[in-house]
């Protein structure tokens, strides 16, 4: 099989598969324990691995199963911010907690081809005057990938609070929560880190934790990280990150942007209609082509698997992808 679809779930390594099972074996053979390690300070390893990966501070990082799990809980303690700004498009359960809540939702549409000028933004933001802006760092169905340092810095101009979603990101794109200001962040392990289900994590910047204490008499890390997280899960995530680490970010970045450039121009050559992608500002690890269910059903017969996702096929390419996994996939769809 050609695989060209982390966007949808990352490939988890053998040996991360192998150290998630040493863990599971202790677990079964030492039982409560191994658990107690867990318990009393297990985490603590994991905690700064994600916060080294996000150029964070441990005290700001919740272990969580996943983004949606924590961004369910994080947002009740956000309710005296009662007006957010969201993208239209975006991925559901950054929406979900705040619509099903008590926060009144004004809303952000994007450009026709999926991206969010940053002057367009900013003209909303000052038209609409949330209290928060919640936007996924890249777009789940187009691709497109929003100047963080941009967004935010117009966001602490104003005293709007931001909440990112990372999901689509952490593992492929550099990011520093502290250098570019953000206030709360989140993601889930098992797309680009390569770390599998039942692992994420949420930041919360010191002075949003501040804001949060002050308004609601909570805690929120500690809040958000309550109740006990599956030890193999974290064992996946740690092994992951720490692959990450000894790679760097910086070089899995360009591997990404390379292989995508590689693509469009197969592509283009090809006469392959590209949706999204095409210019080198905004660009991620996903590339959007026209195309329908009759299509996606070709290339899993040829063994290429990518996703229908909106009005096209997302391609997810990641850096254990090769030039010859794009030159399969621009073979089947020419067969």
């Not at 040829?302 to 997302?314: C, E, F, H, S």
Request: hydrophobic residues 40%; proline residues 4%.
């Amino acid at each position: 099989m050609t695989y060209l679809d982390t966007s949808s779930c990352g490939l988890i390594a053998s040996s991360t598969a192998e150290e998630a099972h040493r863990e599971q074996i202790r677990l079964m053979t030492e039982g409560s324990r191994r658990f107690q390690y867990w318990m009393t300070g297990g985490h603590e390893p994991v905690r700064r691995s994600v916060a080294d990966s996000i150029g964070g501070a441990v005290r700001g990082v919740a272990l969580v199963p996943g983004f949606s799990v924590g961004m369910a809980q994080l947002t009740a303690l956000l309710k005296h911010r009662s007006r957010v700004l969201l993208v239209e498009g975006d991925y559901p359960t950054l929406h979900a907690p705040f619509e099903r809540g008590d926060h009144e939702i004004v809303w952000f549409r994007p450009g026709v081809d999926g991206t969010i000028p940053k002057k367009a933004l900013e003209a909303t933001l000052m038209r609409e005057r949330p209290d928060i802006l919640a936007v996924s760092h890249v777009q789940w169905r187009t691709g497109y990938s929003v100047d963080l340092s941009s967004i935010t810095a117009i966001c602490r101009e104003n005293g709007i609070l931001t909440v990112i979603d990372a999901t689509q990101s952490w593992g492929s794109l550099p990011i520093d929560v502290e250098a570019m200001g953000i206030d709360i962040l989140g993601a889930s392990g098992y797309k680009w880190p390569l770390a599998g289900f039942g692992n994420g994590f949420m930041y919360i910047s010191e002075a949003a934790s501040n804001e949060i204490k002050e308004r609601s008499l909570v805690d929120p890390v500690p809040a958000i990280t309550g109740g006990h997280n599956d030890p193999v899960a974290l064992v996946r995530l740690a092994h992951a990150l720490e692959r990450m680490e000894r790679i760097g970010i910086t070089a899995i970045t360009e591997r990404v942007i390379g292989l995508f450039t590689y693509a469009v121009d197969r592509l283009d050559d090809a006469g392959v209609k590209i949706l999204n992608g095409r210019d080198p500002i905004g660009r991620a690890g996903i590339l959007m082509i026209e195309g329908d269910e009759e299509l996606l059903a070709g290339l899993k017969e040829k063994g290429v698997q990518v996703a229908l996702r909106g009005q096209g096929i997302r391609i997810g390419i990641h850096y254990y992808n090769s030039t010859m996994d794009i030159d399969r996939l621009v073979e089947a769809l020419n067969a």
